[in-house]
């Protein structure tokens, strides 16, 4: 028993991040984010930096041990790994990304000691929300995933997202969570704290009522076609002709669409594969009548050894966006050789892509400049705000087939979202298995289809101007500001 009591921050330390799970989609019980959080910032304190980095990377196994373990259905069912091969890659993945809430833990104990209680309040937040982004763009092409502002897509802290993006309101969250731990160790703050947590909720609120952009023209008609076609059967060359045939039905019962849009990889074959038989006779007939089809497929370069993801519009006029933020590990190996041989050694097959470029022209549709963005693309916001303010409404294209019925498309579609509310546009989200869905400015979803069905989707979308403050700054000014309440608040603690 004694044993219990001494460790209970440490056993409890992994079911707290598994809380923070269930605070993200399918669960959405946006409050387990608070507790989780409120867990860790006052587990981390009091104690050790050593005894914190260790509460740290538990709290990280229970969090990505149960927030990202569908990693595990693509490289072994999908990816034909041996299930052992496929479970070590998956614990190594998973044990991975525990450093990340180990440094911060490490720094919170370290650090807390030369700051009073108001500095901890601003500084903690900082460290972690700079560490995440370390994680979420700078490492290994970064894995954004799981980060703590998209389990407040519905409550009032949504309001903040045109302004800070997801950074920003990830440390307007934190900074609830350590004023409610700070609360808890010294009963005395009660009062100031409630009153700053009231005025940062209701400032939320408050900014939720404002609507950052505005209608850009006539709303257009547009079509979702999501095709449910088996991930272990999609590439098989006997199965190719039945999925074009399938998809080109599913498109001919609504041509009266402005637009139609298919899913990632929705043609199974090589742009120069199906050029002459299947895409021109398509794009010939989306020109008669007046509709722009959008499709994806992989294309060759000039070289044997580029290829790309690609989006084609087929209609009015042509054109194609290359995938640019390609997925580590899936698209392409980063770390060569070892992960070559690595990957080679378990038989993990895996693509081998080039990305597209920055500097690609934005395509038409439905009479109206878009930003597109291909699968895991959408998890990063910088993805889209190169397009602004020209583009009038976002697309993406996925597959999330190879995560079968997992919490991945769930907590994928909840990341769409956020990228519709940050930049004030609605978003047309195409996927083979789901989750299709018609995300509104505001990143509420107005129509979704059954996961795992054939199915087409039809609404009416309106275009948007303008940009969402956001959407002007951009994560890096957010970030540098971080920075800066870092330093800051280091230097006046060192002082005192």
Same mark, same amino acid.
């Given at each position: 028993?004694?044993?219990?009591?001494?460790?209970?921050?440490?056993?409890?330390?992994?079911?707290?991040?598994?809380?923070?799970?269930?605070?993200?989609?399918?669960?959405?019980?946006?409050?387990?984010?608070?507790?989780?959080?409120?867990?860790?910032?006052?587990?981390?304190?009091?104690?050790?930096?050593?005894?914190?980095?260790?509460?740290?990377?538990?709290?990280?196994?229970?969090?990505?041990?149960?927030?990202?373990?569908?990693?595990?259905?693509?490289?072994?069912?999908?990816?034909?790994?041996?299930?052992?091969?496929?479970?070590?890659?998956?614990?190594?993945?998973?044990?991975?990304?525990?450093?990340?809430?180990?440094?911060?833990?490490?720094?919170?104990?370290?650090?807390?000691?030369?700051?009073?209680?108001?500095?901890?309040?601003? $500084?903690?937040?900082? +460290?972690?929300? /700079?560490?995440? =982004?370390?994680? *979420?763009?700078? #490492? !290994?092409?970064?894995?954004?995933? @799981?980060?703590?502002?998209?389990?407040?897509?519905?409550?009032? $802290?949504?309001?903040? +997202?045109?302004? /800070?993006?997801? =950074?920003?309101? *990830?440390?307007? #969250? !934190?900074?609830?969570?350590?004023? @409610?731990?700070?609360?808890?160790?010294?009963?005395?703050?009660? $009062?100031?704290?409630?009153?700053?947590? /009231?005025?940062?909720?209701?400032g939320g609120f408050a900014l939720s009522l404002i609507d950052w952009t505005e209608s850009r023209g006539k709303a257009i008609k547009v079509t979702?076609?999501?095709?449910?076609?088996?991930?272990?059967?999609?590439?098989?060359?006997?199965?190719?002709?039945?999925?074009?045939?399938?998809?080109?039905?599913?498109?001919?019962?609504?041509?009266?669409?402005?637009?139609?849009?298919?899913?990632?990889?929705?043609?199974?074959?090589?742009?120069?594969?199906?050029?002459?038989?299947?895409?021109?006779?398509?794009?010939?007939?989306?020109?008669?009548?007046?509709?722009?089809?959008?499709?994806?497929?992989?294309?060759?370069?000039?070289?044997?050894?580029?290829?790309?993801?690609?989006?084609?519009?087929?209609?009015?006029?042509?054109?194609?966006?290359?995938?640019?933020?390609?997925?580590?590990?899936?698209?392409?190996?980063?770390?060569?050789?070892?992960?070559?041989?690595?990957?080679?050694?378990?038989?993990?097959?895996?693509?081998?892509?080039?990305?597209?470029?920055?500097?690609?022209?934005?395509?038409?549709?439905?009479?109206?400049?878009?930003?597109?963005?291909?699968?895991?693309?959408?998890?990063?916001?910088?993805?889209?705000?190169?397009?602004?303010?020209?583009?009038?409404?976002?697309?993406?294209?996925?597959?999330?087939?190879?995560?079968?019925?997992?919490?991945?498309?769930?907590?994928?579609?909840?990341?769409?979202?956020?990228?519709?509310?940050?930049?004030?546009?609605?978003?047309?989200?195409?996927?083979?298995?789901?989750?299709?869905?018609?995300?509104?400015?505001?990143?509420?979803?107005?129509?979704?289809a059954p996961q795992f069905e054939q199915a087409t989707l039809t609404d009416n979308i309106v275009p948007m101007s303008g940009m969402t403050p956001?959407?002007?700054?951009?994560?890096?000014?957010?970030?540098?500001?971080?920075?800066?309440?870092?330093?800051?608040?280091?230097?006046?603690?060192?002082?005192?």
């Amino acid at each position: 028993m004694k044993f219990i009591f001494n460790w209970k921050w440490e056993l409890l330390s992994p079911l707290a991040g598994g809380l923070m799970t269930l605070s993200f989609a399918p669960f959405n019980v946006w409050l387990l984010s608070l507790f989780s959080l409120v867990f860790a910032f006052y587990s981390w304190q009091g104690v050790s930096p050593g005894r914190a980095l260790w509460r740290g990377f538990l709290y990280g196994v229970g969090l990505y041990g149960s927030g990202v373990h569908w990693v595990y259905v693509s490289i072994h069912d999908y990816g034909g790994a041996h299930y052992i091969g496929a479970g070590l890659l998956t614990a190594f993945f998973c044990l991975f990304w525990t450093i990340f809430p180990a440094l911060t833990a490490y720094l919170t104990a370290k650090l807390e000691n030369r700051q009073g209680v108001w500095g901890k309040v601003v $500084l903690l937040p900082a +460290i972690w929300i /700079l560490i995440d =982004y370390v994680r *979420g763009y700078l #490492l !290994l092409n970064g894995f954004p995933w @799981l980060q703590v502002a998209y389990t407040q897509l519905d409550t009032p $802290l949504a309001g903040y +997202i045109p302004l /800070l993006g997801s =950074y920003g309101t *990830g440390f307007i #969250l !934190l900074l609830s969570a350590i004023l @409610l731990a700070e609360t808890i160790r010294q009963r005395a703050l009660w $009062l100031r704290a409630s009153l700053i947590l /009231l005025l940062l909720w209701s400032g939320g609120f408050a900014l939720s009522l404002i609507d950052w952009t505005e209608s850009r023209g006539k709303a257009i008609k547009v079509t979702l076609i999501q095709g449910n076609v088996a991930q272990d059967k999609k590439w098989l060359p006997e199965f190719r002709i039945k999925t074009l045939i399938s998809y080109q039905r599913l498109t001919e019962a609504h041509w009266d669409s402005d637009v139609v849009i298919w899913p990632e990889t929705a043609i199974p074959a090589f742009l120069h594969q199906v050029e002459d038989f299947y895409i021109e006779p398509l794009e010939a007939k989306a020109r008669r009548h007046d509709t722009d089809l959008i499709v994806s497929l992989p294309a060759k370069g000039k070289s044997a050894k580029e290829n790309y993801n690609m989006v084609l519009t087929l209609g009015k006029q042509r054109g194609e966006y290359k995938k640019n933020h390609l997925l580590p590990f899936g698209e392409y190996l980063p770390l060569q050789p070892l992960s070559g041989f690595v990957l080679e050694l378990l038989g993990v097959n895996l693509g081998n892509f080039v990305p597209g470029g920055n500097d690609q022209p934005l395509m038409v549709a439905g009479g109206y400049p878009f930003a597109t963005s291909i699968c895991y693309e959408d998890a990063f916001s910088s993805v889209f705000l190169p397009a602004l303010p020209e583009a009038a409404y976002l697309i993406n294209v996925t597959n999330d087939a190879w995560f079968g019925d997992s919490l991945e498309p769930h907590q994928h579609m909840q990341i769409a979202r956020m990228r519709a509310l940050e930049t004030g546009r609605y978003l047309l989200r195409a996927t083979n298995t789901g989750i299709t869905a018609f995300v509104d400015d505001k990143g509420k979803i107005i129509k979704q289809a059954p996961q795992f069905e054939q199915a087409t989707l039809t609404d009416n979308i309106v275009p948007m101007s303008g940009m969402t403050p956001y959407a002007r700054i951009g994560d890096k000014a957010i970030i540098f500001i971080f920075l800066v309440l870092s330093v800051t608040s280091l230097l006046v603690g060192k002082t005192k």
